[in-house]
Protein backbone atom coordinates (compact mmCIF):
# COMPACT_ATOMS: atom_id res chain seq x y z
CA UNK A 1 0.00 0.00 0.00
CA UNK A 2 1.13 3.59 -0.88
CA UNK A 3 1.81 6.02 1.43
CA UNK A 4 -0.70 8.47 -0.04
CA UNK A 5 -3.40 5.27 0.43
CA UNK A 6 -2.55 5.25 4.04
CA UNK A 7 -3.50 8.70 4.68
CA UNK A 8 -7.15 9.39 3.31
CA UNK A 9 -7.23 12.73 4.85
CA UNK A 10 -4.76 15.49 5.67
CA UNK A 11 -5.15 18.35 8.06
CA UNK A 12 -6.16 21.51 6.75
CA UNK A 13 -4.02 23.30 9.53
CA UNK A 14 -0.52 21.65 8.87
CA UNK A 15 -1.23 18.90 5.93
CA UNK A 16 -0.44 16.17 8.10
CA UNK A 17 -2.62 12.90 8.00
CA UNK A 18 -5.16 13.68 10.30
CA UNK A 19 -6.79 10.11 11.44
CA UNK A 20 -10.96 10.29 10.93
CA UNK A 21 -11.51 8.35 14.29
CA UNK A 22 -9.38 11.47 15.84
CA UNK A 23 -11.15 13.75 18.50
CA UNK A 24 -10.35 16.85 16.32
CA UNK A 25 -11.19 15.51 12.74
CA UNK A 26 -10.79 16.98 10.28
CA UNK A 27 -8.26 18.09 11.91
CA UNK A 28 -4.68 16.22 13.49
CA UNK A 29 -4.88 17.62 16.28
CA UNK A 30 -7.13 19.99 19.01
CA UNK A 31 -4.14 22.75 18.50
CA UNK A 32 -4.54 22.87 14.76
CA UNK A 33 -7.91 23.19 15.49
CA UNK A 34 -7.77 25.96 16.76
CA UNK A 35 -4.88 27.04 14.69
CA UNK A 36 -7.82 26.87 12.35
CA UNK A 37 -10.54 28.91 14.19
CA UNK A 38 -8.04 31.52 14.80
CA UNK A 39 -7.46 32.09 10.79
CA UNK A 40 -11.46 32.14 10.80
CA UNK A 41 -11.33 35.02 13.86
CA UNK A 42 -9.11 36.99 12.88
CA UNK A 43 -10.18 37.45 8.72
CA UNK A 44 -7.73 35.49 6.65
CA UNK A 45 -10.76 33.86 5.56
CA UNK A 46 -13.25 35.96 3.60
CA UNK A 47 -16.78 34.86 3.67
CA UNK A 48 -19.35 35.97 1.57
CA UNK A 49 -21.57 37.19 4.53
CA UNK A 50 -21.48 36.80 8.09
CA UNK A 51 -21.54 33.75 10.15
CA UNK A 52 -25.07 33.52 11.75
CA UNK A 53 -25.63 31.01 14.76
CA UNK A 54 -27.63 29.08 12.32
CA UNK A 55 -24.85 28.62 10.16
CA UNK A 56 -23.05 26.64 13.33
CA UNK A 57 -26.79 24.52 13.70
CA UNK A 58 -26.64 23.63 10.19
CA UNK A 59 -22.60 22.77 10.03
CA UNK A 60 -23.33 20.98 12.97
CA UNK A 61 -26.04 18.94 11.19
CA UNK A 62 -23.64 18.22 8.47
CA UNK A 63 -21.19 16.96 11.01
CA UNK A 64 -18.85 19.89 11.03
CA UNK A 65 -17.02 20.33 14.31
CA UNK A 66 -18.06 23.74 15.54
CA UNK A 67 -17.61 23.00 19.27
CA UNK A 68 -16.57 26.33 20.34
CA UNK A 69 -17.13 28.35 17.57
CA UNK A 70 -20.10 29.80 19.72
CA UNK A 71 -17.39 32.25 21.92
CA UNK A 72 -16.53 34.09 18.51
CA UNK A 73 -20.22 35.23 18.39
CA UNK A 74 -21.76 37.45 18.08
CA UNK A 75 -21.53 37.89 14.49
CA UNK A 76 -21.62 41.20 13.02
CA UNK A 77 -21.15 42.00 9.32
CA UNK A 78 -18.45 43.19 8.27
CA UNK A 79 -17.80 46.76 7.88
ZN1 LIG B 1 -2.51 19.51 11.83
Redesign the pocket.
Known sequence: MSERDAAPW???????A?PREGK?FP???P???L?DLGRWAGGDYKVSRALEPDDLEEAARDGLPVEGLERFGPFDPEP
Open positions: TCPTCARAAFCSRCRI
